[in-house]
C-alpha cells in the first residue's frame, strides 16, 4: 500500500492508509493503547487494541496500515490539524526501534538545560519546538534570497580557506592546506567584494568563523552570514538597501511562520519607521533617557544595544535601528573614513529587539587608500595581492552588509541563547561532543577567556 | 541626475541620462572617440568628441551623461540588445582609473592559459565570457532549490569542522580548534543523515573538503555540493528522486541561460528516457560496444564514464545515465549492501555528457549494523558518537544524494577544466595566489601526487 501523510488523512476519512513515522507518546489504557505518530507533515492520534501490538517506544519508527476515523464530537482536539480524525490501527510494523530516552520528549516544551540540549543534539533536535525553531531559519534565508534577486544581486559562492586572514587579527582558525599554513576566513567580506566589478551587486551566504576566546550567550565559533554588496552607491543608498533587506527577510519569514511564532508567544514584529542615529546621538539619548553615561565609548554595550531598542519600540514603533559612524579605528580597515570627520567611518550596525544583526559600511574603494591603510594597520599588502588587485583595475564607490542568520533567528523567536539558533553549534566548548571528552589541551578554559555572567 | 542603467537606455532614446560602468573597448578615431561600456544590465556604444575627454581605459570605471541617441540604419549591431542606440557623450567622469591591463580583455574570447585565468581573477572575472559561466552557476543553485523545495525538503545549513573525518581516510584538512585537532567535514552526509529523523526531507548546498594530493581537471580540493536526503525511502524511489532533482536542475538552469549557452556553442540538453544500468551491465555494454574489457574493474574510469554517455546518447537520447551497484567494499561506509548480493552495494552514480555529477545511495539505517561497518573499516564508533545517536533512537530506510555544483555547471557548458567553473578555485597548488610564491613546503609536487596527463 502507498504511504499517505498524516496530514493528508483528513481527506481520507473512512479509507484504509498506511501512515510512516515516528511514535511521539503512547497512553496505555489497559486494553487500548493511544499512540501520537508523527512525520513532516504533522501528527496523529493512534488507536490500537487487541493482542498483536508490538511493544513500542518514544521514537520508534511504525509502519501502521489501518482505517481513518471520525472522532467522537467530544473527543475532537482543536489544536491540531488532525484532530478530528484518528487511525485505527490494523497492523503496526517497526522499521527501527528507538533506545529508551534519556529524558521525556512528549511534552510541549522540551525543558532541558543547555548542556543536555547539545549533548543529544540528534535527539533533541526532533522535539517539535526545537524543530521549529530550524524552519523559521529555512524561512530568513529563503526570504533573504527572494529579497537579494528583486534586488539584482548574482548569487555567489565564495571560499572558507583563504592564505591570509580577512580582517587580521589573530582570531582565526588555521588549517593545514597541504603543508601551508592557511585561513578559516573570517566572513565572505573581501571575496564579495572583489565580485562588484564582475556582476555589480553580489549576495552570498556563508560561514563565518572566528576563534574568539568567549563564551557569550550572543556569539558562536562558527556563524552563518547572509552578505549582500553593492557597486555605484553612496552611504546613504547602502542604509537604504540594508533596511530594506532586512525588513523585507523578516517580514517574509515572519508571514512563513505565523503558526510557529504564535508557538513561541512571540509578538509581531514592529515595522515602523526605523530611525538612523550615528553613535554619538544614540549615546546621547542613552544618557538622558537612561541615565547611563557612555558618551565616550567607542562602540555600544550590549545594554546599550537594549535600551536603544526599547526607545526605538516606544518612540517610532520600530523593532530596528540603525546606528551610524562608529570610530574608524574600531571598524574593519575597509571601512571608508567619512570625508567630513575622518575619525568616524561610514559604518553601520543594525539592531534588532536588542541586538546586533547586522554590520555594515560603504568601503574604501581607491586601491592607493587600501594599501595604505593595510599597511597602517601593520598588516602587508602582500597577503592581501588577489583582493587589491579587484581595486587596483578599476573599482567602483561601493558598500554592503552582512546579516547573522543565527541572531536573526534567535531574536525572533525570543530565544536565550544563539546556540539554541545553530543545528550543531561550535563553539570553544564543543564540536558536536563536548570537547572536554576528548581530555585534549585547552579543555579548561584559561586565562584570557571571556565570560558572560 | 539618477543613474539610468544600460539596457534602459533603449526607452530613452532622446533623452538625457547618466550611465556608470566600465570601460569595456576604446576605439580612437581621430577626433571621435568610440567606447563600449558595461554595466550589470549590459553594453552600450558611446561616442565621445571635443576636447574635454579624460584619457581612458579599459576597466576604467566611469560615470558619463549624455544623450540617447538612434543608430543609423547601416550602423545598427543587432548581437547586442543596445544595438540599435548609442550615447552622445557630454560629460565623462572617472570614478576609479584602472592601471595597464596586462593582456587584451576586449576579444570576444579570453585566450589565457590556466595559471594566467587564475592569477588574475579578479581581474578575468570581469569577462563577458567568464562572468557568464558564474551566472549558469547561480541557475543551477536557484534551480537544485526549487525542486528541492517542491519535493518538501528543508533548508539545512551544517557544520564544516567536525571532531571526526566524515568518511575515515587520510585525505582531511586539518584544523586547529582552541588547541584540539578538528577536522573540514568531507560532505555534509553525516549532518544531513541525522537531520531525517527532524524533517525527513532535507536538502543543503555545503563545501566538501578533500585534501586528495592529485592534479586533475575534474577535481577542486573544495567543491560545492548539492546534497539531498530523504527518510521512509527505498532504493528504486532514491534514484527516482535522484534523477528528478539533477534533471529538473538542469532544465532550469538551461531555461534561464538559452542566451549564455548559445553564446558557448553549446548543444540542448538530450532529456530522453534516462538509462539504468548496474556497473557490472555497464562494462558489459562498454565490452561490447567499445571493445575495451574492464568487467573486472570495481569502478569507473573516466573513459568507461564518457563511452557509456556516448552510448546513452545514441540509443537512449539522453545527456545523462544512471550507474548502480558499485561494489559495496569501494563506497563509503554508510551505503547499504544490497542484501541480494551484499558484495555490491545500493549505491548510484549519476553520469552527464562523460562525467559523474551525482553520487548517491540507500544508507544503511540499522543502528548495530552501523556500528559493525565503522569496526570493520579499523574506525572508532566513539568518533562518531553523534552521528550515531540519529540512528539509536530511530532512523527510517533512508537515502540521498549530492550533486557537484562545479562539476555541473563545467559539463552544462563545455568547459575543460573544472577550475573554470569554481569562482576561485582551491587545489594543491593555489589558494588564490600560487602556493610556491609562498615558498613554502610543499610548493615541488612530491611523490605520491597524482596527475592527469
Not at 8 to 33: A, F, M, P, Q, S
Not at 201 to 216: C, D, G, K, L
Not at 229 to 239: A, N, Q, T
Not at 290 to 306: H, I, M, S, T, Y
Amino acid at each position: 500500500m502507498e504511504r499517505t501523510l498524516i496530514l493528508d488523512c483528513n481527506v481520507k476519512v473512512g479509507e484504509e492508509v498506511k501512515i510512516c513515522g515516528w511514535v511521539y507518546t503512547r497512553r496505555d489504557h489497559g486494553k487500548i493503547l493511544f499512540l501520537d505518530v508523527t512525520d513532516r507533515s504533522g501528527l496523529i492520534q493512534v488507536v490500537a487494541t487487541g493482542g498483536k501490538i508490538p511493544e513500542l517506544h518514544p521514537q520508534d519508527v511504525v509502519s501502521i496500515t489501518g482505517k481513518v476515523n471520525k472522532r467522537q464530537e467530544n473527543l475532537v482536539n482543536k489544536n491540531i490539524p488532525t484532530g478530528e480524525i484518528e487511525v485505527y490501527a490494523e497492523n503496526i510494523e517497526v522499521l527501527s526501534k528507538a533506545a529508551e530516552l534519556p529524558f521525556d520528549m512528549g511534552g510541549k516544551e522540551l525543558d532541558l538545560q543547555l548542556p543536555t540540549l547539545l549533548d543529544f543534539r540528534s535527539l533533541t533536535l526532533r522535539h517539535p519546538k526545537v524543530k521549529e525553531i530550524f524552519k523559521v531559519q529555512a524561512a530568513i534565508l529563503e526570504g533573504f534570497r527572494k529579497i537579494s534577486k528583486e534586488l539584482d544581486c548574482v548569487e555567489i559562492v565564495v571560499p572558507e580557506i583563504a592564505a591570509s586572514a580577512t580582517e587580521g587579527g589573530a582570531e582565526v582558525f588555521h588549517v593545514d592546506y597541504y603543508g601551508h599554513s592557511a585561513f578559516m576566513t573570517q566572513s565572505p567580506q573581501l571575496y564579495k567584494q572583489m565580485l562588484v566589478p564582475v556582476f555589480e551587486r553580489v549576495f552570498t551566504i556563508a560561514h563565518a568563523y572566528r576563534a574568539e576566546p568567549s563564551v557569550t550567550t550572543r556569539h558562536l565559533s562558527v556563524s552563518t552570514q547572509l552578505d549582500c554588496e553593492f557597486g555605484f552607491v553612496e552611504f546613504e543608498e547602502v542604509l537604504d538597501l540594508m533596511e530594506q533587506v532586512g525588513i523585507e527577510t523578516i517580514k517574509f519569514a515572519e508571514n512563513q511562520s505565523k503558526d510557529i511564532l504564535k508557538d513561541f508567544g512571540i509578538k509581531p514584529v514592529a515595522f515602523g519607521k526605523v530611525p538612523r542615529l550615528t553613535l554619538r546621538e544614540t549615546q546621547e539619548i542613552i544618557f538622558k533617557e537612561f541615565g547611563r553615561d557612555a558618551r565616550l565609548e567607542k562602540d555600544l554595550a550590549p545594554q546599550d544595544e537594549v535600551d536603544i531598542c526599547q526607545w526605538s519600540l516606544k518612540t517610532h514603533g520600530s523593532d530596528f535601528v540603525t546606528i551610524t559612524h562608529f570610530p574608524t579605528a574600531k571598524r574593519a580597515f575597509y571601512s571608508k573614513p567619512d570625508t567630513k570627520d575622518p575619525e568616524y567611518s561610514l559604518s553601520f550596525d543594525f539592531l534588532f529587539r536588542g541586538v546586533e544583526i547586522v554590520s555594515g559600511a560603504q568601503r574604501i574603494n581607491d586601491y592607493q587608500q587600501l594599501v595604505d591603510v593595510i599597511k597602517a594597520r601593520g598588516m602587508d599588502p602582500e597577503n592581501f595581492e588577489m583582493y587589491l588587485q579587484a581595486f587596483k583595475y578599476g573599482m567602483p564607490p561601493e558598500g554592503g552588509f552582512s546579516f547573522g542568520l543565527e541572531r536573526m533567528t534567535m531574536h525572533m523567536l525570543g530565544l536565550a541563547n544563539v546556540r539554541e539558533a545553530s543545528l550543531f553549534p561550535r563553539d570553544m566548548e564543543r564540536v558536536d561532543i563536548r570537547l572536554s571528552a576528548k581530555g585534549n589541551p585547552s579543555t579548561t578554559l584559561g586565562t584570557g577567556v571571556k565570560r558572560e555572567k
